[in-house]
């Protein structure tokens, strides 16, 4: 689950970790009347949506009253932004991030995240700050410092010096940096965070340092420990077909293919898009229904999956484990039947029940076609999405 950076910085700031002094506001009104209250000679006005690149795209400005800071919120509120991350279609800004002018001296970067590889906590620092990570570590991979976290005994003291050093910090900024730094950890840890980045990381002309921008993502299972950051979430910054997913448990992302999936167990749908990646189609969608999903379930997948325009073709791709062949035969009829989908199905089905449920298939009375193999299960459904393409 991802928050805005305003909700971001409310978190950290539990935790010790300073940042500049601001406020949301979701009306020009409401910009005007914080850039007063935080009365200093320049104030920015922030667009607050879950991308990167705002600045570069106009989402952040320097205003200098509160007169003009009411200009600039009339101006992005309602605004659809684009930048690298959103993609073409953009997001619109509904609310803003109004916060106090700082006189900065210099602009690092500073991540946590969860390396798989090392199964450990990686806290990761540049000097480079203010441009994306990503663009330095291909780059210029040798500017980023890195050390991993043993579990066993957290981040020490002595690593965030290391990194500090590596900051080209010294004295009391290189202690306020260490404080920071374990800061930010701690804060890392407690709310289940899978990514924390600050950038830039500010070193202002007095030697403070803040966190000017912070991102947090968290990990979507364990959020049954975190009410009050569940309820951060902000679905209007959503799919809206992905929300709906959600409801039902089922884990859902949209693609920009012709083919929707729906699959059970997340390794076996990476392996279907992958085999229709390979046939010369295009995947719709990631769908895991589940081990356990029931016909409810399934038929709520295909509501989901027939929401999307863009679906010329459905591949049903199942073992069945604990989800047994004929529920998910009988899931499939009920909903195809209640739905009167109109695009062709292919359903390749394996394991427990099997035959009961390709009898249950063909006594529908319904027109799917079926197949023993992921291959020819993949080259059916792309020869039947690119021939309903066609004709439609």
Not at 30 to 48: F, T, W, Y
Not at 111 to 120: A, N, Y
């Amino acid at each position: 689950m991802k928050i805005h950076e305003y909700q971001a910085k409310a978190v950290l700031s539990k935790y010790g970790v300073p940042v500049p002094r601001g406020e949301v506001a979701f009306t020009p009104e409401e910009v005007h009347d914080i850039a007063k209250r935080l009365g200093g000679p320049v104030s920015v006005v922030k667009a607050q949506i879950h991308a990167g690149g705002r600045g570069k795209a106009g989402g952040v400005k320097l205003t200098k009253s509160g007169e003009e800071a009411e200009t600039v919120g009339r101006e992005l509120l309602g605004k659809t932004l684009v930048t690298y991350q959103t993609g073409p279609s953009g997001q619109k800004i509904s609310r803003l991030l109004v916060e106090e002018g700082l006189a900065i001296d210099r602009e690092l970067y500073l991540g946590l995240v969860v390396d798989r590889s090392s199964q450990r906590i990686v806290l990761m620092v540049s000097k480079e700050g203010g441009v994306e990570i990503e663009k330095i570590a291909e780059e210029s991979p040798e500017k980023i410092h890195k050390v991993f976290i043993h579990p066993g005994v957290g981040l020490q003291p002595f690593q965030a010096q290391q990194l500090g050093f590596a900051l080209g910090l010294t004295g009391d900024s290189l202690k306020k940096c260490v404080k920071m730094m374990l800061a930010l950890y701690t804060a890392f840890l407690a709310t289940d965070a899978s990514i924390l980045e600050i950038n830039p990381l500010i070193v202002t002309k007095t030697g403070d340092l803040l966190a000017l921008d912070a991102k947090m993502n968290f990990d979507d299972n364990a959020l049954y420990r975190h009410t009050d950051i569940r309820e951060l979430r902000d679905t209007s910054e959503e799919d809206p077909l992905e929300v709906e997913a959600s409801k039902f448990s089922l884990n859902y992302i949209r693609l920009d293919g012709t083919i929707g999936c729906m699959v059970n167990g997340a390794g076996l749908a990476m392996a279907t898009m992958d085999i229709i990646k390979l046939a010369g189609g295009s995947p719709a969608n990631f769908l895991d229904v589940g081990g356990g999903a029931n016909a409810e379930q399934i038929r709520n997948a295909f509501k989901i999956l027939m929401s999307d325009k863009n679906v010329k073709a459905v591949l049903i791709n199942i073992f069945g484990g604990i989800l047994r062949c004929d529920v998910l035969a009988a899931g499939v009829i009920a909903a195809v039947k209640e739905l009167g989908v109109p695009v062709p199905i292919v359903i390749r089905m394996k394991g427990t029940n099997v035959e009961e449920g390709k009898k249950m298939l063909a006594e529908s009375g319904l027109n799917f076609a079926t197949a023993d193999t992921m291959g020819e299960a993949a080259d059916q459904v792309v020869a039947l999405a690119s021939k309903t393409a066609g004709g439609r």
